[in-house]
C-alpha cells in the first residue's frame, strides 16, 4: 500500500474545496478593484473616519490602497490567508487523529512500515495537499490580477505577496501536527482548528491595533508583513530564520511524540 498516494487521495476533496473557495475568494474581491479604484479618494475619506486603532487591526493602509498590490495586500490578502490558516490547521491536526477517530490506528500499525514512514507519508501528502491549492491560487489570482487592472504593477511583488500563503500554511500545519500527536483523542478536527486560528489571528489584529511590534514573533499571520513586502520586495530574514526554527522544533517534537506514543487499539 502506498500510504502517501492513499493519504492524498484521502484529502483530495478536502483539497478541491479549499482550492475553489480560495480561488472564487480572490476573484470576487479583485473583480471589484476597478470600481475601487475609480473612487479611491472618495473611499480614503470615508475610511479616514474609522478609528486608527480599528484600521491598524484589520490592516488597513490607506497610503496605496488605490493601487492594486495595496488593495490586493490590505482588502484582500487578509481574509485569503485567513481561509488558507484554516485549512492547513485540519490538514495538520487530523493526520494522527483521524486513525485514533475512525479506530484504524492499531490496523495502520500492524503493517510492515515504521511509525517514522506513517508521519513522513502523511506529512508529505499533507504538503502536497497544500502546494496544489497555493500553485493554483497563485495562478488564479495572477490571471485575475492582470485582467481586473490597466495599472503597471510588479507582478514580481505580486507573487511575493500570494507565496505567503503557503508559508503560513506551514506555520499551521506543523502546529496541527503537534496538536494532533498530543492530544488522546480529538473528537472533531473543525473547533480545535477554527478555535486556533483566531486565537492567533485576534492577537495579530490586537498587536497591530495598539502597535506592538513583539506580538509579531507569536502569530504567523505577522510573520510577513504586506508593506514591507512592498516597499523591499523581500522578505524579513529574522522571521524567516524563525518560521524555519518553529516548523522544524515543531515536526521533530512531533515525530517523537508519535514513536513513542501509546495507541489504544479497536
Known sequence: MNMFLHELNAYRKSTVIWTISLAVIVILFLVMFPAFSSNAEELKKL???????????????????????????????????????????????????????????????TKPV???????AKLLAAL????????IYIVVASITASIVTSQAFSMK????????????QLMFLALGVVVSVVAPKIKSVLPVSLGTVFAFFFISMFGSA?????????????FYDPAYIIQNASYETSFIILEVGLITLAIVASYIIYVKKDIDSV
Open 210 to 222: 495598539i502597535g506592538d511590534d513583539n506580538l509579531r514573533y507569536i502569530t504567523p499571520f505577522k
Open 128 to 135: 502536497a495537499s497544500l502546494a496544489i491549492t497555493n500553485a
Open 157 to 168: 511583488i505580486f507573487l511575493l505577496i500570494s507565496a505567503t500563503l503557503y508559508f503560513i
Open 47 to 109: 475610511l479616514e473616519s474609522l478609528p486608527l486603532a480599528l484600521r491598524n487591526a484589520i490592516g488597513l493602509s490607506l497610503d496605496n490602497i488605490g493601487s492594486l498590490l495595496g488593495f490586493y495586500s490590505t482588502l484582500t490578502f487578509l481574509y485569503i490567508t485567513l481561509c488558507g490558516a484554516i485549512q492547513a490547521m485540519n490538514l495538520g491536526t487530523s493526520i494522527v487523529s483521524k486513525e485514533v477517530r475512525e479506530k484504524t490506528a492499531d490496523f495502520l500499525l
Open 114 to 120: 515504521s511509525r517514522v514512514q506513517i508521519m513522513t
